[in-house]
């Protein structure tokens, strides 16, 4: 199994090599209005919504803050995480919202296995983040995009390890709330947390088993009476509330 990993991602490594080339090389970046940046290389327009850090962050170029982006769940607003950038704001992050999903997009795909049938749409997701990472770092010099922490929920959560998996020098964090497909990184490098509905179950291997989570700076909760579909500020007050400690809880324990 672990041979068939490192051919897929090296694989995907390979075309995300060419479509950042591409984007570099060929066609320059517009902004077509705030909140909306457009990669003229896939003449494709992209949502985000930018945070900035509490005002008692002191971030400079000499002295850098850390980045956060959050990939929302398939069908939910990127802007419906909020609980999860106040908690990043608070800590001295600017974060980046960012809508994957646009209408022109194909549907996600349905059948299994998912870890090949949803490569296309994770895939698309990692050259949008590796996109912004490129654009954004010069307009935000005092921040730091070579060490992301990256948020996602669902297929956000997907796309966030993909890109760990791919990119894993440039991530020093996942959080991921009750992503299903894709494997969790297996480096010692990347500190995880993953939140756990109580509803379905992941597909095999993309959680720890016993022995591994003693090698690898991985922590997963469970979190019972949870649903898959709640985990966002429109669910349940008390488990927003659950979801804020944890990942409060989890940014803070690294200091």
């Not at 929920?153 to 020093?172: F, K, Q, R, T």
């Not at 991921?176 to 379905?200: F, Q």
Request: proline share 4%; glycine share 4%.
């Amino acid at each position: 199994m672990q041979k068939t990993l490192k051919k897929l991602f090296m694989l995907s490594a390979l075309a995300l090599s060419a479509s950042v080339l591409s984007t570099s090389a060929i066609s320059a970046t517009s902004y077509a209005n705030d909140g909306v940046i457009t990669d003229e290389s896939r003449n494709r327009t992209i949502p985000i919504n930018i945070t900035l850090p509490s005002n008692n962050a002191k971030c400079t170029e000499q002295v850098k803050c850390p980045v956060a982006f959050i990939n929302a769940g398939y069908g939910i607003s990127h802007n419906k995480y909020t609980f999860a950038s106040n908690a990043f704001n608070q800590r001295g992050y600017l974060t980046i919202a960012v809508a994957h999903e646009l209408k022109s997009d194909p549907d996600l795909n349905r059948e299994q296995p998912y870890l090949t049938t949803r490569m296309e749409n994770w895939h698309r997701g990692v050259v949008t983040l590796k996109f912004l990472v490129n654009e954004l770092a010069s307009k935000y010099p005092a921040y730091d995009f070579t060490k992301l922490t990256l948020f996602g929920h669902s297929n956000g959560g997907d796309i966030s390890a993909l890109y760990g998996s791919i990119y894993p020098n440039e991530v020093s964090t996942i959080i991921t709330l009750d992503h299903r497909r894709m494997l969790i990184p297996r480096n010692k490098n990347i500190r995880v947390l993953t939140l756990r509905g109580s509803d379905y179950p992941a597909d095999a291997n993309v959680l720890l088993n016993d022995s591994e989570l003693d090698k690898f700076p991985v922590t997963q909760i469970m979190i019972e009476k949870s649903r898959h579909n709640d985990m966002y500020d429109g669910g349940p007050k008390w488990l927003v509330d659950r979801m804020s400690k944890e990942v409060e809880r989890f940014l803070d324990s690294k200091n």
